[in-house]
């Protein structure tokens, strides 16, 4: 079986996961097999019908995956890589992927459950995510694609504590504003143009902001990541967490 973990990779995640609750970690070859299996549907893109034997039965490899994310397991994994992150400023954004037809109907009347919606770009789901100042993740969010940006700033920058937030015009309002300078942080958010009163910013930290671009470049060539396949929120974002884990270890 070819391994795609590199294995000072693979010999963090082991331990990390040794520390959740409710994950049997005893047979170490058993579980790397699995998350061998995980990973290699989430790069390529591929249906689980479509993995490899050597990776287990599909249906078993699904079925685990989707306790897990169900459980919370992989965000827990995510958060426990989370090692000494730079918190002199954080920024926020959000990125829109399309959603495959087979990704609706898992229950009547559930789009806004499993962040389902329509925007300009069709049927799709939006990502929202908070970095830290060399552009590791800290935070992911899911909305129905058509949700503004705004809606979700609060909730990224919640129980963060950074000396500088940033993020694009999109996350311009007062309340946010507010909030921001509350957490002892300084906003760094260009003003809307239809600003009445337009105010001050720091031209120069803002340029910054590029890397929490480039964290998004970086997960959506995770082809699980780049369109959503998956009908329960909780699969996607188990995805979302295991490609920020990955990125955490690099």
């Given at each position: 079986?070819?391994?795609?973990?590199?294995?000072?990779?693979?010999?963090?995640?082991?331990v990390?996961?040794?520390?959740?609750?409710?994950v049997?970690?005893?047979?170490?070859?058993?579980?790397?097999?699995?998350?061998?299996?995980?990973?290699?549907?989430?790069?390529?893109?591929?249906?689980?019908?479509?993995?490899?034997?050597?990776?287990?039965?599909?249906?078993?490899?699904?079925?685990?995956?989707?306790?897990?994310?169900?459980?919370?397991?992989?965000?827990?994994l995510?958060?426990?890589?989370?090692?000494?992150?730079?918190?002199?400023?954080?920024?926020?954004?959000?990125?829109?992927?399309?959603?495959?037809?087979?990704?609706?109907?898992?229950?009547?009347?559930?789009?806004?459950?499993?962040?389902?919606?329509?925007?300009?770009?069709?049927?799709?789901?939006?990502?929202?995510?908070?970095?830290?100042?060399l552009?590791?993740?800290?935070?992911?969010?899911?909305?129905?694609?058509?949700?503004?940006?705004?809606?979700?700033?609060?909730?990224?920058?919640k129980?963060?504590?950074?000396?500088?937030?940033?993020?694009?015009?999109?996350?311009?309002?007062?309340?946010?504003i507010?909030?921001?300078?509350?957490?002892?942080?300084?906003?760094?958010?260009?003003?809307?143009?239809?600003?009445?009163?337009?105010?001050?910013?720091?031209?120069?930290?803002?340029?910054?902001?590029?890397?929490?671009?480039?964290f998004?470049?970086?997960?959506?060539?995770?082809?699980?990541?780049?369109?959503?396949?998956?009908?329960?929120?909780?699969?996607?974002?188990?995805?979302?967490?295991?490609?920020?884990?990955?990125?955490?270890?690099?």
């Amino acid at each position: 079986m070819k391994y795609y973990i590199k294995e000072e990779e693979w010999q963090i995640i082991f331990v990390k996961l040794q520390k959740i609750k409710g994950v049997h970690s005893k047979n170490e070859s058993s579980l790397r097999r699995f998350m061998e299996g995980v990973y290699y549907v989430m790069r390529t893109g591929c249906q689980w019908r479509m993995l490899p034997s050597e990776y287990g039965h599909f249906r078993s490899v699904h079925a685990r995956f989707t306790r897990w994310s169900k459980a919370g397991t992989l965000n827990e994994l995510f958060q426990h890589t989370i090692n000494e992150p730079d918190m002199e400023s954080v920024m926020i954004d959000s990125t829109i992927v399309r959603a495959h037809a087979c990704s609706s109907g898992y229950k009547k009347d559930s789009a806004d459950e499993e962040c389902l919606g329509r925007s300009k770009g069709g049927f799709s789901t939006k990502i929202h995510v908070a970095v830290d100042a060399l552009g590791n993740p800290l935070k992911f969010i899911l909305t129905a694609g058509q949700r503004n940006d705004i809606t979700q700033g609060e909730n990224l920058i919640k129980n963060i504590e950074a000396q500088t937030i940033i993020a694009d015009k999109g996350y311009d309002s007062n309340a946010l504003i507010n909030e921001i300078k509350k957490q002892g942080a300084t906003p760094v958010i260009p003003p809307r143009r239809n600003r009445k009163v337009q105010r001050e910013y720091d031209a120069h930290t803002y340029k910054e902001r590029h890397l929490v671009e480039c964290f998004i470049g970086k997960i959506k060539h995770f082809r699980r990541v780049f369109s959503r396949f998956d009908k329960m929120a909780d699969t996607f974002l188990g995805f979302l967490n295991f490609a920020g884990t990955l990125i955490w270890l690099r």
